[in-house]
């Protein structure tokens, strides 16, 4: 039983049907009419006219045309009120409602989080898929609850590929020595040092000048985010190693979400899936375009096959149960036993 | 005095920054003209009153552009300066500032968004135009069928051309798709970098308006880098009030320094208008943009 049915058969008990039918139509219109519509301010440093914003979009107009305008999404895209860290605190203040950005800012406040950063724990997007919808959704769900977070839905920043100056990294060998722009994280830094290369961490910020001067000749991003830093104009090849899938996540306040009507707060979660479906088929749908335009613009694209990133994959893997204890040794059991069983279909 | 328009982004004159990016030959749906341009005839600028157009033509348009403080104004001296274009031979002067015009026109007093996207386009052709008349830079271009490359051809006479076609262009892309962004991205930088190495001051500071707006857009961008150069364009031209409305928007919300909104938008609000006579009507715009900017203070610094 919804709230609104609750709220009619308490009504029913008291009054008789005309009158409470009567009663019922007259104070919904009343509140209808009274109620000032509540605001809900989404950050994210998302840009405007990218799948993210769309994605915002889509959950906004689905969410006032079905609240009737009880709900009014105020979107701030591209950082105006902050960037992640910060609009991350604001939204566990409740000073904004709702938050759309990365996993990675997220993993200061839920660790479990550096599981999705181990390298070469996902082979491709439906592995990714279904581990992040069928079996990690509910766990970190519960696990961002704890911190006063509501995890709406899934979406996707990409993965991760490597760019070089002088020479491509077709293979592991090819980073032996090469000094590599590493974030600045124990799984990252393990990462270059397992494949034999010099990982320098630098802050985003600066990695442009950084490849530019000569302090590295390397960095690894998505192919998205080494195009819209011009990152890749520094470079001259860029290999599709997916050496790590990033997600995104779309969170709410708790306690805002909470204090809503039944009605409302389930308009707000909508479909996780769907939401989540809609929002990496658009990513996706761009990487092709993106590396088109760094072909474009003179950057040597190298695209690996299942054997070549197997390469990789073999000197990266044995790195994930170091890292366990720091995640959750559970939550990556979890993990690789729906990975054997999603593989061997 | 009629309506004037909704200032989408109050800044005149930032050559697009609004990118996170930005394209031009390769942006979707968009060609370059320079190929079907006249064969170049003029090097260098002429006087606006030059040779080959009608003369009455465009003293009308000078003197309408006097006035584009008012919307209206602003529209009749865009089609004055449509018909010399079209009246006679054509000059850089005439469609640098014809290109400009069509920039002041969408920027300040059209609303409609498929008006103002038409009229952006419009600046970006007849800039191009007016680079085209160049030998170098048209040589170059056929050559190499790249902007960035021609763009190095032009000098200090030609910056109105080099900066409106930027402007222009900018905007246009500001509101497309992410790829249409990206796609004119290098091309912006390179023509703000042209400017910038040729006259820092152009403008009124422009290209550095440009470099202060550009790491506001791209994710994790240098907000120190982009203080400095707004804090150069200020040092040159402390009363150009696009520069100040487009520091307190684009980089004080984002570096969560409110004293910096409110102390650019205040004095924006406070200044007179004519403390610099040549941009009075730009600023007037600017300073009605920045009072609906102050308005919204508490919501970017709850």
């Known amino acids: ?345 | 005095m009629s309506k004037p328009g909704h200032i989408v982004r109050g800044f005149a004159d930032t050559a697009g920054l609004c990118l996170f990016f930005a394209a031009l030959l390769g942006c979707a749906g968009r060609q370059s003209t320079i190929g079907t341009s006249p064969s170049p005839q003029v090097e260098g600028t002429a006087e606006l009153a030059g040779e080959g157009v009608a003369q009455d033509v465009r003293l009308e348009a000078d003197s309408l552009w006097a006035l584009r403080g008012d919307p209206g104004a602003a529209r009749q001296a865009l089609a004055a300066y449509e018909r010399a274009s079209a009246s006679g031979r054509a000059d850089m002067a005439l469609l640098s500032r014809l290109s400009r015009a069509y920039y002041l026109v969408a920027n300040y007093v059209e609303e409609e968004t498929a008006r103002k996207d038409s009229l952006f386009l419009k600046g970006v052709e007849a800039a191009e135009q007016a680079m085209a008349l160049h030998p170098g830079f048209h040589r170059v271009f056929l050559a190499t069928k790249d902007e960035k490359m021609a763009v190095k051809e032009l000098g200090p006479g030609h910056l109105d051309a080099i900066y409106w076609y930027a402007a222009n262009l900018g905007k246009w892309a500001s509101n497309k798709s992410l790829m249409v962004r990206l796609g004119n991205k290098s091309k912006l930088e390179a023509f703000n970098q042209r400017v910038l190495d040729i006259d820092e001051t152009y403008f009124h500071g422009a290209p550095h308006r440009f470099f202060g707006a550009l790491p506001t857009k791209v994710p994790g961008g240098d907000m120190k880098l982009a203080k400095s150069h707004f804090e150069k364009a200020l040092a040159i031209a402390p009363d150009y009030f696009g520069t100040r409305t487009l520091y307190a928007e684009f980089y004080a919300t984002k570096a969560r320094e409110k004293q910096t909104f409110v102390e650019q938008l205040d004095y924006v609000l406070n200044a007179p208008l004519n403390a610099l006579p040549e941009v009075e009507p730009e600023n007037r715009y600017e300073q009605e943009y920045a009072r609906k900017l102050k308005e919204r203070v508490n919501e970017w610094f709850d």
Request: charged share 25%.
């Open chain 1, 1 to 345: 039983m919804n709230g609104s049915t609750r709220w009619l058969s308490s009504l029913r008990a008291i009054f008789p049907p005309a009158q409470t039918a009567w009663l019922a139509l007259s104070t919904l219109l009343v509140s209808t009419v009274a109620a000032k519509p509540v605001e809900i301010r989404f950050a994210t440093i998302a840009p405007e006219g990218t799948p993210w914003s769309e994605q915002i979009e889509g959950i906004q107009k689905r969410v006032e045309a079905q609240s009737q305008g009880r709900l009014v999404f105020k979107p701030y895209l591209g950082g105006q009120l902050g960037g992640e860290v910060e609009t991350l605190r604001s939204l566990r203040r409740g000073r904004i409602q709702a938050w759309g950005g990365s996993a990675g800012a997220l993993s200061s406040l839920v660790p479990e989080l550096q599981l999705l950063e181990l390298p070469y724990l996902f082979r491709s997007h439906e592995e990714a898929d279904y581990v992040l919808d069928e079996v990690l959704f509910k766990p970190y769900a519960k696990l961002l609850a704890e911190k006063g977070l509501v995890l709406q839905s899934w979406n996707e920043n990409g993965w991760r590929h490597i760019g070089s100056k002088n020479k491509p990294v077709l293979k592991p060998s090819d980073l032996q020595n090469m000094k590599i722009r590493s974030q600045e994280s124990p799984i990252h830094l393990s990462m270059w040092k397992a494949l034999g290369s010099n990982p320098v961490a630098i802050s985003v910020p600066e990695v442009l000048t950084s490849l530019q001067t000569g302090v590295v000749d390397a960095f690894d991003n998505s192919s998205l985010f080494a195009s819209a830093t011009s990152w890749h104009t520094a470079v001259g090849h860029f290999t599709l190693t997916q050496h790590i899938y990033q997600p995104g996540v779309i969170l709410y306040n708790k306690a805002f979400l909470e204090k809503l009507p039944e009605d409302l707060r389930t308009q707000l979660l909508g479909d996780a899936k769907a939401d989540a479906v809609q929002g990496r088929a658009g990513v996706r749908a761009l990487e092709p375009e993106i590396l088109a335009l760094m072909e474009k613009e003179g950057v040597k694209v190298h695209r690996l096959g299942e054997a070549e990133r197997k390469e990789f994959s073999t000197v990266l893997e044995p790195l994930h149960d170091g890292f366990a204890k720091g995640i959750n040794p559970e939550l990556l059991k979890k993990t690789r036993k729906a990975l054997e069983e999603f593989r061997s279909r």
